[in-house]
């Protein structure tokens, strides 16, 4: 049992770092992500472009989609149902 309790802790730990690294994001975006647009330059698209890369593929992890969707299987709560 100690092994599903040091997981379920662990496991904690980390839905709760993602909810800080989200709320951060967000504040973030209310700001624009600190860029003016009136001074919008190639590397702040890039720049910008480069997150929301980040952000696709793990919104497609997260919700079975793009690179990982499986027609087999689908995203339920927290596990993995097959169909």
Partial sequence: M???Q???RIYADHVTGIKAMLKRLSEA???DFFTD???VNWADVGSIEHL?????DICDMTF???EYADSNYSRQGT???AH
């Fill in 2 to 4: 100690k092994n599903q």
């Fill in 6 to 8: 040091q997981a379920t």
């Fill in 29 to 31: 975006g209310d700001r």
């Fill in 37 to 39: 647009a009136a001074t």
């Fill in 52 to 56: 929301a890369h980040k952000l696709r």
């Fill in 64 to 66: 079975n989609e793009g």
């Fill in 79 to 81: 596990l993995y149902e």
